[in-house]
């Protein structure tokens, strides 16, 4: 689905629909929508709908209005200038609604974004239930649904933002930002939210998850006239590890600079930085084949592997270190699940940063190496090679998945474990393959 400079619409609910988005049919749909969409849709919009050569079909911009009526509308007619087909003649009503279904779970950031500014005398307490005996002097409707906290032209102010905040309906974030946390208050469906981390210039608020309703108001009071008040704003992950996506001004074009990806694109290439999800002590692989994986030097296991692009380490180079960068792709399994020796008193000797790295370790008076070759977008081959030392048992535990099976010739596998007996210059090859989406 080629939507190009013309948004479909990421929607507010509404009664198009004769399911929700909580229902077991709406799930149904969803499932349908997903895979109506990753068919279509995603080679110009994304695999995760953070565009491409398509528009960003998550974020809180939306061209040709968020109504449900008007999302179906478009994907039926198209966009035929921008480069977009109409696809009523290609799928049923119902297909279609089920795309737009899709589209609706993954939404984040604000719709109906609206402010309000209130002036302050210049010795007015710092004390926001002074809001009760003031009168807005400006209110409207935020056109691109982002805080904005530079709106006033006045110097002493208290302005309100108040909207439906979407954030990930699998599991509850925060709200991260590096502000002085007596200069705001935050209140989430009608009740005040307290900061979960405040330390200076850090600050967390928790949020639910899903959609609910955000008010947050910033004060002047207390602080010097001349300060940049281009805060930066995030909802994060719980643990504050990743900050997903900015919901201020600042906190956009902070992510818009903090991104510099790294691709695999005609050789395999070799990352050693801090990764959001794994230890530092990981070493990340990419192929061209749009699989990945990480070899953790600690204890010589494979600690993670994903499907997509390689990384962006922005975050990290942004964080100076703090923010680990992220994968540009899906996670098929990471720490702490692993592939691992039963062994635990593993001695990392070294890799090679050229080519396809092999890792060389040592296991007792044994060295062994491994290797990881592709054999397409779907499937890695791991090859363990006994170097040194004498015959043993190579045993490993492979991790549980629901997506993707272990297979092998050179050995045996039961319950997750892998076992052979073998010989000093022999290699063993265990192959993961990742099951077809139905």
Same mark, same amino acid.
């Given at each position: 689905?080629?939507?190009?400079?013309?948004?479909?619409?990421?929607?507010?609910?509404?009664?198009?629909?004769?399911?929700?988005?909580?229902?077991?049919?709406?799930?149904?749909?969803?499932?349908?929508?997903?895979?109506?969409?990753?068919?279509?849709?995603?080679?110009?919009?994304?695999?995760?709908?953070?565009?491409?050569?398509?528009?960003?079909?998550?974020?809180?911009?939306?061209?040709?209005?968020?109504?449900?009526?008007?999302?179906?509308?478009?994907?039926?007619?198209?966009?035929?200038?921008?480069?977009?087909?109409?696809?009523?003649?290609?799928?049923?009503?119902?297909?279609?609604?089920?795309?737009?279904?899709?589209?609706?779970?993954?939404?984040?950031?604000?719709?109906?974004?609206?402010?309000?500014?209130?002036?302050?005398?210049?010795?007015?307490?710092?004390?926001?239930?002074?809001?009760?005996?003031?009168?807005? =002097?400006?209110?409207? *409707?935020?056109?691109? #649904? /982002?805080?904005?906290?530079?709106? $006033?032209? !006045?110097?002493?102010?208290? %302005?309100?933002?108040?909207?439906?905040?979407?954030?990930?309906?699998?599991?509850?974030?925060?709200?991260?930002?590096?502000?002085?946390?007596?200069?705001?208050?935050?209140?989430?469906?009608?009740?005040?939210?307290?900061?979960?981390?405040?330390?200076?210039?850090?600050?967390?608020?928790?949020?639910?998850?899903?959609?609910?309703?955000?008010?947050?108001?910033?004060?002047?009071?207390?602080?010097?006239?001349?300060?940049?008040?281009?805060?930066?704003?995030?909802?994060?992950?719980?643990?504050?590890?990743?900050?997903?996506?900015?919901?201020?001004?600042?906190?956009? =074009?902070?992510?818009? *600079?903090?991104?510099? #990806? /790294?691709?695999?694109?005609?050789? $395999?290439? !070799?990352?050693?930085?801090? %990764?959001?999800?794994?230890?530092?002590?990981?070493?990340?692989?990419?192929?061209?084949?749009?699989?990945?994986?990480?070899?953790?030097?600690?204890?010589?296991?494979?600690?993670?592997?994903?499907?997509?692009?390689?990384?962006?380490?922005?975050?990290?180079?942004?964080?100076?270190?703090?923010?680990?960068?992220?994968?540009?792709?899906?996670?098929?399994?990471?720490?702490?699940?692993?592939?691992?020796?039963?062994?635990?008193?593993?001695?990392?000797?070294?890799?090679?940063?050229?080519?396809?790295?092999?890792?060389?370790?040592?296991?007792?008076?044994?060295?062994?190496?491994?290797?990881? *070759?592709?054999?397409?977008?779907?499937?890695?081959?791991?090859?363990?090679?006994?170097?040194?030392?004498?015959?043993?048992?190579?045993?490993?535990?492979?991790?549980?998945?629901?997506?993707?099976?272990?297979?092998?010739?050179?050995?045996?596998?039961?319950?997750?474990?892998?076992?052979?007996?073998?010989?000093?210059?022999?290699?063993?090859?265990?192959?993961?393959?990742?099951?077809?989406?139905?």
């Amino acid at each position: 689905m080629n939507l190009l400079n013309h948004k479909i619409v990421k929607i507010s609910l509404g009664a198009l629909f004769s399911f929700t988005l909580h229902s077991p049919l709406a799930h149904s749909a969803q499932s349908e929508g997903q895979a109506l969409y990753e068919t279509t849709c995603a080679a110009c919009h994304g695999k995760d709908l953070s565009g491409g050569a398509g528009f960003n079909l998550k974020d809180e911009t939306w061209v040709h209005g968020d109504k449900p009526s008007e999302i179906l509308a478009n994907i039926k007619k198209g966009f035929g200038q921008a480069g977009m087909p109409g696809f009523e003649a290609v799928y049923s009503e119902q297909q279609l609604k089920s795309i737009v279904d899709y589209i609706l779970s993954k939404r984040q950031g604000f719709e109906n974004l609206t402010y309000k500014i209130y002036h302050l005398e210049e010795d007015a307490p710092a004390d926001f239930s002074i809001l009760k005996d003031l009168k807005a =002097q400006k209110s409207g *409707k935020v056109p691109n #649904n /982002i805080i904005d906290f530079t709106l $006033p032209e !006045v110097k002493n102010y208290i %302005i309100e933002f108040e909207g439906d905040l979407n954030t990930p309906k699998e599991h509850a974030g925060q709200i991260f930002a590096m502000v002085y946390k007596e200069l705001f208050e935050v209140e989430i469906d009608g009740k005040l939210v307290q900061p979960s981390q405040q330390e200076w210039l850090r600050v967390a608020w928790p949020l639910k998850a899903g959609k609910q309703h955000f008010k947050i108001r910033y004060s002047t009071v207390g602080t010097r006239q001349d300060h940049n008040k281009n805060f930066n704003f995030f909802v994060a992950d719980q643990a504050l590890t990743q900050k997903l996506f900015g919901i201020s001004t600042g906190g956009k =074009q902070f992510l818009n *600079k903090a991104t510099v #990806n /790294i691709k695999a694109e005609s050789q $395999p290439q !070799v990352v050693r930085k801090k %990764i959001v999800n794994l230890p530092t002590s990981s070493v990340a692989v990419g192929f061209p084949e749009k699989i990945n994986y990480a070899f953790n030097t600690k204890n010589c296991s494979i600690n993670g592997i994903w499907t997509g692009d390689l990384l962006n380490i922005g975050p990290n180079i942004e964080g100076r270190g703090r923010d680990g960068g992220v994968i540009l792709g899906e996670w098929l399994f990471h720490s702490p699940q692993a592939i691992t020796h039963h062994a635990n008193n593993c001695v990392f000797n070294k890799y090679n940063r050229q080519g396809n790295p092999i890792f060389e370790y040592a296991l007792y008076d044994n060295q062994y190496s491994v290797q990881v *070759k592709p054999e397409s977008s779907q499937s890695l081959t791991f090859i363990y090679t006994l170097l040194t030392g004498k015959s043993s048992t190579l045993a490993l535990t492979l991790p549980t998945l629901a997506n993707a099976t272990f297979s092998s010739q050179d050995g045996s596998i039961q319950s997750n474990q892998f076992s052979t007996q073998a010989k000093v210059g022999q290699s063993y090859a265990i192959t993961l393959t990742l099951k077809e989406s139905k």
